[in-house]
């Protein structure tokens, strides 16, 4: 630079602003970079130390929980009666869950079973209704079997007795049966179908079958 260069000149002023400019920049990064460094670390020694805590008060917990009761215990035999078992917790077991699956289970097949019953009652009562029908207009003066008929009022007849004993050795879901053959055999006759067929070919060929759920 010459004695005689113009100290106050642009050229003069750009050489020595650039690299103070750029220095100033470069400090200025590295305080922020160090800034949010420091922040950084701040942040995860703080998240560190709730985890830690969090952690110490899931283990004090654990072993609380993991404790065995035993009979010293005030609460002991109070809690034994709800169904606690050592190692197990206070509450619904499987073996309770189980149970009360079982209950519903035979509660639903209760229900069914006495369905059934109401409907097996139902079918032998229209068969015994329809047979006594057929008979009498068949000029038959008593059922082949005295359950085979509608049962009647009158007690003074004490000429079924020992057939009555017999009747109830039977089931519904039996005399159904046995009835419902002597209709097929004898009249043609279906109570599903609620027709008389001309024959036994005719009965065959379009009747579904001799139970309620052939129909």
């Known amino acids: 630079m010459s004695d005689t260069e113009d100290y106050m000149s642009d050229k003069f ?8 400019s750029s220095s100033l920049i470069y400090r200025h990064a590295d305080k922020r970079k160090f800034e949010l460094m420091k922040k950084k670390i701040e942040i995860e020694a703080k998240l560190n130390q709730k985890n830690s805590i969090k952690l110490i008060e899931e283990e004090k917990r654990e072993a609380g929980l993991s404790s065995a009761i035993t009979s010293s215990n005030k609460g002991y035999e109070m809690i034994m009666k709800m169904g606690y078992k050592p190692g197990h917790g206070i509450g619904k077991t499987e073996s309770g869950r189980t149970e009360h699956n079982k209950s519903m289970k035979d509660f639903r097949d209760r229900i069914a079973q006495k369905r059934t019953e109401q409907l097996l009652k139902t079918d032998l009562y229209k068969s015994q209704k329809v047979c006594q029908k ?8 008593k059922p082949r079997e005295i359950w085979f008929w509608l049962p009647q009022d009158d007690e003074d007849d004490k000429d079924n007795s020992d057939t ?22 004898k009249y043609f006759y279906c109570i599903w179908c609620g027709v008389a067929f001309l024959d036994e070919d005719d009965l065959r060929d379009n009747c579904p079958g001799s139970t309620r759920n052939d129909h």
């Open 13 to 20: 002023l750009q050489g020595i602003e650039k690299p103070a």
């Open 164 to 185: 009555e004993e017999d009747d109830d050795s039977l089931s519904v879901d039996e005399k159904l049966e046995i009835l419902t053959k002597y209709l097929r055999e």
């Open 134 to 141: 057929l008979d009498m207009q068949q000029e038959i003066e």
